[in-house]
């Protein structure tokens, strides 16, 4: 689905006024008590999780937030970022039971951030990965893939590099990139800096697949090369095909 920006506006317009909004750290802070009182009653209650309800705060956020106190207070140095991800990716870890099973329910019951998120997101990517290459493999085309390309030595690659390049709807692609997400203003303009202008100056043009749409005005940097569409292209033009007869 290809949004227009008004019609993303309008829906994202409708997202915000949806009540509670998100209240600040400070207030965070302020209630952080009530943690150690409410679990010192009962330690199986998902005490942190009605925080992170209460307060509309993210409850993964909530649960780093409390485990950073917990082993700050606890240990002579200052956790570091890689023990506290792999802290909450396995909760087991945690020395305290009780905080174990707080950051447990809180984990499972985040729908949006948090390491159990991350995986699921990362499969629907690979999932689409495999998507792609299926249908270049049915479209006939050659290719080198990520881990190819990283084995060739290059450190930061699109998912697909075409060996010989394709036309689509009158533009050479060089490469294709997929995107297991909706192309929205934030996120995109984030992936021109950090991957597509990388990618367009070390391989040339390429095209972008938004698996579950974009906003359509993103898509204003076809002459300067870089394509977006909504799903595989239909209308590919090969070397066979443009090779005029003798």
Known sequence: MILTKAQYDEIAQCLVSVPPTRQSLRKLKQRF???????GKNGAAPVLLELANEVDYAPSLMARIILERFLQEHE???????????????????PDGVLANQVYQCIVNDCCYGPLVDCIKHAI????????????????????????????????????????????????????????????????????????????????????????????????????????HACFPTDIVTLCHSTASP
């Not at 002579?76 to 945690?94: F, G, H, T, Y």
């Not at 290719?143 to 709807?169: H, N, S, W």
């Not at 997400?181 to 697949?209: K, M, T």
């Open 33 to 39: 008590p009530r943690y150690l009182n409410g679990v």
């Open 125 to 228: 990517g690979h999932e689409h990965e495999v998507l792609l290459r299926d249908l270049l493999l049915e479209k006939n085309l050659s290719f080198l893939d990520e881990d190819q390309l990283r084995a060739k030595g290059y450190d930061k690659t699109p998912d697909f590099i075409l060996q010989v390049p394709v036309a689509v709807e009158g533009h050479i692609i060089h490469w294709i990139e997929s995107k297991a997400s909706f192309g929205d203003e934030c996120s995109h303009h984030a992936y021109l800096h950090d991957q597509f202008w990388s990618y367009w100056n070390r391989f040339g043009p390429g095209l972008v697949i938004y698996w579950y749409g974009f906003i359509q005005e993103l898509d204003c940097n076809r002459e300067r090369g870089i394509l977006l």
């Open 76 to 94: 002579e140095a200052p956790p570091s970022k890689s023990v506290i991800n792999s802290m909450l990716r396995d909760p087991s870890q945690i």
